[in-house]
């Protein structure tokens, strides 16, 4: 049971790394805002990682995602990747990427599964292989090892253990890994935003390897990118029948803060980027949002404001609320509730959205798991 350091509570729905419940971090008081800076640097120190984003002036401006960073020579992006080598940016690029990759048997367990053709076989046969659940084909999963953010309850944190090293694959490698029964391709992490130009183009180059049949290429991402990358992932997805699943962390911009150490800025703009470029193809959906719902953190009030959002730019934007497991720096924290899951699939709802559901139900948690008791 962690105890907040601003208000006095206590309750173990306070993550003992932030040190501050949700209530007080919404206030803002003075001097939190720094604090937090602190805690998230703290968090990657013991991982080699740049503490925030370099802003040297004369440095070397990357662009690729929404940190820009500015890097010295011999120094490294925020996102432990990109590096100024000999006033060149290496890292990241379109010729090589650091990657992992492995073939997941379709239907698969993706935010998107209920609304796409690779798990319902809608749009068949254009867009699906057979009009119901592709059984027996494969989507070619491709885990980027960097990420813009800093999240932290991140479920894939493992792979800032390899920061500062490569496991480089070139996008024509990476294409002709696609076989007679890959279906789809879905680029995640991390987070593909900082290696955005490589994947592009393996999206480019594996779709002219199968220019005959259905290849179908998505994105799952924070949203951070810049948005021309976000204009020309989306164009390959609309084109092939994929999707970009935008996962949204927080509504309120102080508990995304807390969250992920940035604001949720670029994301809501990419967002409503995507909603407008969706409209090209209204089926099946090109656009899927998703939030993991952390207990004490991310609530109905959190899920209401972003659902309204949501409905502002596309009431029939699928939406998936997804189920909180305790990880990395969140690791004291419970599993989401099934009270709470269903208390945010009522409001989600209710602010207008059209097509909602809980994502992973099996890691529901009782209402008796919330342990939410706080002592003052």
């Given at each position: 049971?962690?105890?907040?350091?601003?208000?006095?509570?206590?309750?173990?729905?306070?993550?003992?790394?932030?040190?501050?419940?949700?209530?007080?971090?919404?206030?803002?008081?003075?001097?939190?805002?720094?604090?937090?800076?602190?805690?998230?640097?703290?968090?990657?120190?013991?991982?080699?990682?740049?503490?925030?984003?370099?802003?040297?002036?004369?440095?070397?401006?990357?662009?690729?995602?929404?940190?820009?960073?500015?890097?010295?020579?011999?120094?490294?992006?925020?996102?432990?990747?990109?590096?100024?080598?000999?006033?060149?940016?290496v890292g990241g690029g379109?010729?090589?990427?650091?990657?992992?990759?492995?073939?997941?048997?379709?239907?698969?367990?993706?935010?998107?599964?209920?609304?796409?053709?690779?798990?319902?076989?809608?749009?068949?046969?254009?867009?699906?292989?057979?009009?119901?659940?592709?059984?027996?084909?494969?989507?070619?999963?491709?885990?980027?090892?960097?990420?813009?953010?800093?999240?932290?309850?991140?479920?894939?944190?493992?792979?800032?253990?390899?920061?500062?090293?490569?496991?480089?694959?070139?996008?024509?490698?990476?294409?002709?890994?696609?076989?007679?029964?890959?279906?789809?391709?879905?680029y995640f992490g991390g987070?593909?935003s900082p290696q955005m130009?490589?994947?592009?183009?393996?999206?480019?180059?594996?779709?002219?390897?199968?220019?005959?049949?259905?290849?179908?290429?998505?994105?799952?991402?924070?949203?951070?990118?810049?948005?021309?990358?976000?204009?020309?992932?989306?164009?390959?997805?609309?084109?092939?029948?994929?999707?970009?699943?935008?996962?949204?962390?927080?509504?309120?911009?102080?508990?995304?803060?807390?969250?992920?150490?940035?604001?949720?800025?670029?994301?809501?703009?990419?967002?409503?980027?995507?909603?407008?470029?969706?409209?090209?193809?209204?089926?099946?959906?090109?656009?899927?949002?998703?939030?993991?719902?952390?207990?004490?953190?991310?609530?109905?009030?959190?899920?209401?404001?972003?659902?309204?959002?949501?409905?502002?730019?596309?009431?029939?934007?699928?939406?998936?609320?997804?189920?909180?497991?305790?990880?990395?720096?969140?690791?004291?924290?419970?599993?989401?509730?099934?009270?709470?899951?269903?208390?945010?699939?009522?409001?989600?709802?209710?602010?207008?959205?059209?097509?909602?559901?809980?994502?992973?139900?099996?890691?529901?948690?009782?209402?008796?798991?919330?342990?939410?008791?706080?002592?003052?």
């Amino acid at each position: 049971m962690a105890r907040c350091r601003v208000c006095g509570s206590r309750s173990l729905l306070t993550a003992a790394s932030l040190g501050v419940c949700a209530p007080c971090i919404r206030t803002a008081p003075s001097g939190l805002s720094s604090a937090l800076t602190r805690v998230h640097a703290g968090t990657r120190r013991s991982f080699g990682l740049p503490l925030t984003p370099p802003r040297d002036p004369s440095g070397i401006l990357c662009d690729l995602c929404v940190n820009e960073c500015r890097i010295s020579p011999g120094q490294l992006g925020y996102c432990g990747l990109r590096r100024n080598v000999d006033g060149r940016l290496v890292g990241g690029g379109p010729t090589q990427g650091n990657l992992s990759w492995y073939f997941d048997p379709l239907p698969t367990n993706c935010v998107a599964d209920w609304v796409c053709p690779a798990g319902t076989g809608v749009g068949y046969p254009k867009w699906a292989l057979r009009p119901g659940p592709e059984y027996g084909h494969t989507n070619l999963a491709v885990f980027y090892r960097a990420c813009s953010f800093n999240c932290l309850g991140c479920q894939n944190w493992h792979f800032r253990e390899a920061a500062g090293t490569e496991r480089a694959m070139t996008p024509a490698a990476l294409a002709a890994l696609v076989h007679a029964r890959t279906a789809c391709i879905c680029y995640f992490g991390g987070d593909p935003s900082p290696q955005m130009p490589h994947s592009v183009a393996a999206a480019v180059l594996a779709r002219r390897r199968t220019p005959d049949r259905i290849l179908r290429i998505c994105w799952e991402t924070n949203g951070t990118m810049h948005p021309r990358w976000l204009r020309k992932a989306m164009a390959i997805a609309l084109a092939s029948g994929g999707c970009i699943k935008v996962d949204l962390k927080a509504w309120d911009d102080g508990i995304h803060r807390a969250l992920t150490g940035f604001s949720n800025r670029r994301t809501l703009e990419n967002l409503r980027l995507a909603a407008e470029l969706a409209g090209a193809r209204p089926s099946p959906p090109p656009l899927v949002v998703s939030t993991l719902l952390v207990p004490g953190y991310v609530d109905a009030s959190e899920v209401r404001n972003l659902a309204r959002f949501i409905a502002s730019i596309g009431p029939d934007i699928p939406y998936s609320l997804l189920a909180f497991h305790p990880q990395f720096y969140l690791n004291d924290l419970p599993v989401t509730s099934r009270e709470q899951a269903e208390e945010a699939l009522a409001v989600a709802r209710a602010a207008g959205l059209t097509r909602v559901r809980i994502g992973n139900r099996h890691l529901l948690g009782t209402s008796c798991d919330r342990r939410d008791a706080v002592v003052v």
